[in-house]
């Protein structure tokens, strides 16, 4: 407890209550207080200390409970089958499938081979070698040329996109998931779209009575967000401009040892950590490798870790 003027200011740990209810010198000191008429203050500690110790004791007992989503099932067949591994052999619990991909229909075949994997849809209006799910002429405004999405923000900002636009082909990608006969309990979406596309997500989030799964700036339906920073999404410009995804580094010792400190250093309550496996590429089959190693499930195990997935988060 520290004063400045007539202001003062407060941080409770269990060392203070320690001090206040047992050290000699402590008591001495709060006769002391009597005797000069600070009664008032001795009361302000004593309502702290009930109003801190049970969220002491709260934050102690609370777990952590950890949702491990790979994300873009469907892109490719190699990281269709890296989810599934990751998901039998290692951490993963969750996985988002992407409707406007070439490999959709193999991934909702494998979710519906493995339906303790919670599915999610994952909404894409833009990145590299994606079409829409309608035709380019009736989304005109999120096409490129040749009928592609818009490779990155940057060039989908400058072609001025129609709201109206968005709403179609996400709903329209919503439609296929639906009629594919996937049993999906959340959606969130790819990259980094205009603010308007989570606005939409969320809006048929409510529809479909299924979880927002994007909420990346705080907490949102009880999970929190763990912000990753071991991957890297290596990208390659083509000579015609094109931007064409290459992964053919390997992730650096460093960064397998952060992903095993994101772990190490987890805090208690319900917390959702987004990866990107494959087999192919060099980088993401070593994401693949840290996903299924014996490192990690110790890790798991040490920290009494509780593997969930967005079948577990409330809606």
């Given at each position: 407890?520290?004063?400045?003027?007539?202001?003062?200011?407060?941080?409770?740990?269990?060392?203070?209550?320690?001090?206040?209810?047992?050290?000699?010198?402590?008591?001495?000191?709060?006769?002391?207080?009597?005797?000069?008429?600070?009664?008032?203050?001795?009361r302000?500690?004593?309502?702290?200390?009930?109003?801190?110790?049970?969220?002491?004791?709260?934050?102690?007992?609370?777990?952590?409970?950890?949702?491990?989503?790979?994300?873009?099932?469907?892109?490719?067949n190699?990281?269709?089958?890296?989810?599934?591994?990751?998901?039998?052999?290692?951490?993963?619990?969750?996985?988002?499938?992407?409707?406007?991909?070439?490999?959709?229909?193999?991934?909702?075949?494998?979710?519906?081979?493995?339906?303790?994997?919670?599915?999610?849809?994952?909404?894409?209006?833009?990145?590299?070698?994606?079409?829409?799910?309608?035709?380019?002429?009736e989304?005109?405004?999120?096409?490129?040329?040749?009928?592609?999405?818009?490779?990155?923000?940057?060039e989908?900002?400058?072609?001025n996109?129609?709201?109206?636009?968005?709403?179609k082909?996400?709903?329209?990608?919503?439609?296929?998931?639906?009629?594919?006969?996937?049993?999906?309990?959340?959606?969130?979406y790819?990259?980094?779209?205009?603010?308007?596309?989570?606005?939409?997500?969320r809006?048929?989030?409510?529809?479909?009575?299924?979880?927002?799964?994007?909420?990346?700036?705080?907490?949102?339906?009880?999970?929190?967000?763990?912000?990753?920073?071991f991957?890297?999404?290596?990208?390659?410009?083509l000579?015609?401009?094109?931007?064409?995804?290459?992964?053919?580094?390997?992730?650096?010792?460093?960064?397998?040892?952060?992903?095993?400190?994101l772990l190490?250093?987890?805090?208690?309550?319900?917390?959702?950590?987004?990866?990107?496996?494959?087999?192919?590429?060099?980088?993401?089959?070593?994401?693949?490798?840290?996903?299924?190693?014996?490192?990690?499930?110790?890790?798991?195990?040490?920290?009494?870790?509780?593997?969930?997935?967005?079948?577990?988060?409330?809606?």
């Open positions: 407890m520290n004063s400045g003027g007539n202001m003062w200011y407060f941080s409770i740990t269990i060392q203070d209550i320690y001090i206040i209810f047992f050290r000699k010198e402590c008591v001495i000191s709060l006769v002391q207080s009597l005797k000069t008429g600070v009664i008032v203050k001795i302000i500690i004593l309502l702290l200390l009930i109003l801190v110790l049970p969220n002491l004791f709260l934050q102690a007992q609370q777990p952590i409970k950890l949702i491990v989503r790979a994300d873009d099932m469907g892109y490719h190699d990281i269709n089958n890296a989810i599934i591994k990751a998901h039998k052999d290692g951490i993963v619990t969750s996985a988002s499938i992407m409707p406007a991909s070439l490999f959709f229909v193999e991934g909702v075949k494998l979710c519906k081979e493995n339906p303790k994997l919670a599915a999610g849809v994952h909404i894409a209006v833009m990145g590299t070698g994606f079409r829409p799910v309608l035709s380019p002429e989304i005109p405004t999120l096409v490129d040329a040749r009928g592609y999405f818009f490779d990155n923000r940057e989908l900002d400058k072609a996109p129609d709201p109206a636009d968005f709403e082909e996400i709903r329209a990608q919503v439609d296929k998931a639906v009629r594919s006969g996937l049993h999906f309990v959340y959606m969130d790819h990259m980094n779209p205009p603010g308007i596309v989570a606005d939409i997500v809006k048929i989030c409510l529809e479909q009575k299924v979880v927002y799964g994007q909420n990346v700036s705080g907490s949102q339906n009880g999970y929190t967000w763990v912000y990753n920073d991957e890297s999404w290596p990208l390659q410009t000579p015609d401009g094109a931007i064409a995804y290459y992964d053919i580094v390997p992730l650096p010792d460093e960064k397998k040892q952060m992903f095993y400190d190490e250093n987890l805090k208690p309550g319900t917390l959702i950590l987004a990866v990107h496996p494959g087999l192919a590429g060099k980088e993401r089959s070593d994401v693949t490798a840290l996903l299924c190693s014996q490192k990690a499930r110790d890790i798991i195990r040490k920290k009494n870790i509780q593997l969930i997935s967005y079948s577990d988060i409330p809606k």
